[in-house]
């Protein structure tokens, strides 16, 4: 399925279609319950930070932060506004290499390779590493052209109706917009153009969606909906999400990391645990709704 190739590539760039990333150049309230985790036995890591730090010019947004996230789970990333959860999200992808004052320090491993080398092409990346944003940000075309921006951008362009539909199904969107598909993107509703997106991001078949509160612009029954795609986009994609919503944390999630005021990673573990038994009291406090 897929990866938001205009969200997180410039046009005009990357046109093949190969995997690897190499540049193609030399050179307080009660919390319902969480979700069951999808895997049992051992959890393969498809994304690690090493005492990954992260400046914007002087300032520190993250703390040697040390994680290991799992293949085809959610993952949740919470903590109060301006904790560096976002921060961290684009990092994954190297998204904050569109920042100047940015500067990264320490590792970040996808499928063992540092993110970061310098044989490591960004578009390539992310190609591999779909982003979706807060506010739903479909282009100015048809639907059908939307999804299949990424496809035609990597001349992915056999059997591009049939593409185009798995797409629009996987993100839970085909059967309310394949009588319009004509239609412009920017006609839909918010939830609808947030599910685009997404169809948009799984288009072009990725291994890792990331999703910064994807949620939050929503009204609760397009919320509804999205958690519930959420959940299933897990069966076939590693799924990372940074939210403000401590509840829609537990119910959708399989892991969460809590990140703390100064860009500090203070406890990851299964969501359960985290919710029902914290290792540490400063995560207790946040959870109880003591600070933050």
């Given at each position: 399925?897929?990866?938001?190739t205009?969200?997180?590539?410039n ?5 093949e ?5 190499a ?84 590792d ?47 001349n ?6 049939e ?129 933050g």
């Open positions: 399925m897929s990866k938001e205009m969200t997180t590539s046009p005009g760039t990357e046109t279609d190969d995997d690897s990333l540049s193609p150049t030399p050179g307080s309230e009660a919390v319902e319950e969480s979700s069951p985790s999808r895997s049992s036995g051992s959890e393969r890591t498809v994304i690690e930070s090493r005492n990954l730090d992260v400046y914007y010019g002087t300032e520190q947004a993250l703390q040697s932060v040390d994680i290991q996230i799992p293949e085809r789970q959610v993952t949740a990333m919470i903590g109060p506004s301006g904790c560096g959860k976002s921060t961290f999200l684009r990092c994954i992808n190297r998204m904050n290499d569109l920042i100047d004052a940015a500067r990264v320090e320490g970040l491993l996808f499928q063992n390779k540092n993110v970061y080398d310098d044989d490591v092409d960004p578009v390539a990346l992310r190609r591999r590493i779909g982003m979706v944003f807060q506010q739903p940000n479909p282009f100015p075309k048809s639907i059908y052209d939307n999804v299949a921006y990424g496809l035609r951008l990597q992915k362009t056999e059997n591009l109706d593409k185009v539909e798995e797409a629009l199904k996987g993100a839970a969107l085909w059967d309310e917009v394949s009588h319009q598909l004509d239609e412009s993107g920017l006609e839909l509703s918010g939830g609808q153009q947030q599910r685009l997106c997404i169809a948009r991001a799984i288009a072009v078949d990725p291994e890792v969606i990331l999703m910064d509160e994807p949620a939050s612009a929503l009204d609760p029954v397009a919320t509804s909906q999205i958690e519930d795609l959420i959940d299933e986009l897990a069966q076939d994609y590693t799924v990372v999400i940074v939210t403000h919503n401590m509840q829609q944390a537990a119910r959708i999630s399989d892991k969460t990391a809590v990140f703390l005021t100064g860009g500090e990673l203070v406890e990851f573990d299964d969501t359960q645990k985290i919710f029902e038994n914290p290792e540490h009291q400063r995560v207790e406090d946040y959870i109880t709704g003591k600070f």
